[in-house]
């Protein structure tokens, strides 16, 4: 999808992706998507502040053919947010663009087939320029607008592109049942 400054956006990410492990590339990338967010040269496409009413959206921005990463911008409308998740073993950077986000990272404590139990382990406000990175298997996360009348962006860059997940509903307690589900993205408007 095109966009001012894209090519200095996935030239950074580039570099990011090609400095050896995972910790490195994550920290690397952290590092550089706060700068992009702050880059008054990058804007991203006008669609991806338009939220959709009955989902928070997801749109492509970018797939790397040569390093395989994934490069998503999420719209938030008021309200609307994540169950508990994972990310299918991929590493990601997120990156609040616009507005302010919820962040709870969780715990797995223990699982028995499709039940997990779960802890809340720390959670944070994040406004714009902030970016967190989630390392297998310290995925497990919630993310979500808790304002009642603004909209907020978020990018995410994945390793790879991520067509599913599994999503964590509560059950009692700690404990949550897995449920797969498929991802898609939205079209740009």
Known sequence: MPFEGRDRFIQAVDEAVRVGDEHAVTAQLRSALCGLIRDPGIRLPACVHDPIVDHYARRELYRSPGHGYSIVAMTWGPGQGTPVHDHCGLWCVEGVWHGELEITQYELLESDGDRCRFRAAGGMQAGPGSAG???????????????ADAVAVSVHIYQAPIEHCCKFEPLDGEWYRRVDASLSVDRAA
């Open 133 to 147: 990175s989630l390392i297998p298997p310290h995925e497990y996360h919630s993310i979500g607008n808790a304002s």
